[in-house]
């Protein structure tokens, strides 16, 4: 049976879906941008707070689901533009510990709201 994941210390959906989703085997955390889950606004316009954000965000989801940073087996990386990838790999780096998950990152052409960072997870149960 699906059960959605839902936290008001991450930001609410932009759209028709759930913040996160348990299969029962896996978790999948929606894409998140760097929203203010109080605000519901950018936390600022710069790629360091933006990833920062994300990843705090990815984080309060992994606590409402009774799970942590070292549980993700993947992520998927969209940022705006690809010169930013070593600032983001280095602030995803520091929530993180070994063994990293998989991952794949790419430069998208447009991101929700304008986002210059925006990272979706699946974790393992």
Known sequence: MT???QTDKAPQAVGPYSQAVDTGDLIFIS???GL????QKFV???VEDQTDQVMKN??????EAGK????IVKIGIFLDSMDDFQTVNDIYA???TE?????AAIEAAKLPKGAKVEMEAIVKK
């Open 94 to 96: 520091s929530f993180l």
């Open 31 to 33: 894409g998140q941008i």
């Open 3 to 5: 059960k959605v994941i």
């Open 99 to 103: 063994p990293y998950p998989a991952r």
């Open 44 to 46: 600022s316009d710069n």
């Open 68 to 71: 942590t940073y070292s549980d």
């Open 36 to 39: 203010d889950p109080e605000t």
């Open 58 to 63: 990815i984080g309060a989801i992994l606590e």
